[in-house]
């Protein structure tokens, strides 16, 4: 991420595509991390729920594996969080969010919005970029600066730093 961004970003990602007719599922293994992403095309639905994800929402970190199936054209967006920076968010716990999907307008409201908006006129990854920094801004406003389940609750962990299959960094 740029200088910006870097004290709580990891990294920002997009998946763009149209995934092969026999690969309509994905598996994303737990890796301790906490992402806001955004759906610009079609709407990844975890397997075996009725309704497809928000369009935009925070991961709260995982346990186990999520199988996610695929929409027929993909266009997603996310922002990766640092270990114990999520929290500029929202001071929701990360006990409250653990295996869950937030939407971001319960978390944020106004900036979630703006985040959606800027992310769909978005013409390049620097656009990506302006938009990923003017919404941390815009959310964090008097917000702390470490997790509360760091700084409370206990260590997250993060068992696997790679990059999930698919993403990409911007």
Do not use: Y
């Not at 346990?63 to 929202?90: M, Q």
């Amino acid at each position: 991420p740029p200088p910006e961004l870097s004290a709580s970003v990891e990294c920002l990602w997009v998946l763009e595509g149209s995934p092969n007719k026999t690969a309509r599922a994905e598996t994303v293994t737990p890796d301790g991390c906490i992402e806001v992403i955004v759906h610009l095309g079609g709407r990844f639905r975890r397997r075996g729920e009725p309704s497809p994800q928000p369009e935009g929402f925070l991961v709260g970190p995982m346990t186990r594996p999520l199988s996610l199936e695929t929409p027929a054209r993909v266009r997603t967006v996310g922002i990766r969080f640092r270990p114990g920076r999520a929290a500029v968010l929202s001071e929701v716990k990360l006990t409250e969010i653990r295996d869950r999907d937030v939407a971001l307008e319960e978390l944020s409201g106004r900036p979630a919005r703006l985040l959606i908006e800027r992310l769909g006129e978005a013409r390049d990854d620097s656009d990506i970029t302006s938009a990923a920094a003017a919404f941390i801004s815009e959310a964090s406003m008097g917000r702390p600066s470490a997790d509360h389940a760091v700084a409370g609750h206990g260590p997250v962990g993060r068992p696997d730093r790679g990059r999930p299959r698919g993403r990409t960094d911007v």
